[in-house]
């Protein structure tokens, strides 16, 4: 699917347009760190977008998951979502804040942004990431910056 062929993001979209934006987005992903992590999308609403990350591959040397590993995540929900958000005009982050709660050591890590301000150039989500059982691991706040469209002249 070309960004001409992808559904418009906005509020009470069908599921269909929802299914559609997430391949829009999974076509984005070859030869970047969400393929090299192993990050898969899950489901994506009007101000939400959820994605899990195995935690095997993404480990620090002291067999835990990395701590960087929660910010890719996170920072790969809020940017492809506010990029949707901004109907297909680049964003950039600016800022990024996590806390980490708790440690895992196998198993997967499951991510969910949600939209705290959506703004015409700033757009900024809450990210929690779970493990399998609901357990709360750590939480990123992100913010993006929306890009003035070029002219094509």
């Known amino acids: 699917m070309t960004a001409h062929d992808r559904p418009r993001m906005e ?3 069908a599921p ?5 934006l997430m391949e829009y987005n999974a076509g984005r992903t070859s030869g970047t760190l969400v393929e090299r992590c192993g990050i898969e999308f899950l489901d994506m609403g009007y101000d939400w977008f959820s994605a899990r990350m195995p935690v095997e ?11 960087g590993a929660h910010v890719v995540l996170a920072e790969t929900l809020g940017s492809m979502h506010s990029y949707l958000l901004a109907n297909g005009h680049d964003v950039v982050g600016v800022d990024l804040n996590a806390t980490h709660l708790r ?5 997967w890590v499951y991510g969910r942004a949600e ?3 959506h703004g ?4 900024s989500h809450e990210v929690k990431m779970t493990n399998a059982d609901g357990k709360l691991l750590s939480i990123v706040r992100i913010t993006n910056f929306v890009l003035a469209q070029r002219s094509q002249g």
């Open 11 to 13: 509020p009470g979209l």
């Open 16 to 20: 269909e347009d929802y299914r559609r």
């Open 57 to 67: 591959g993404n480990l620090q040397p002291a067999g835990l998951f990395h701590g």
């Open 103 to 107: 440690p895992i050591r196998e198993g």
């Open 115 to 117: 939209v705290l301000h």
């Open 120 to 123: 015409r150039t700033l757009i």
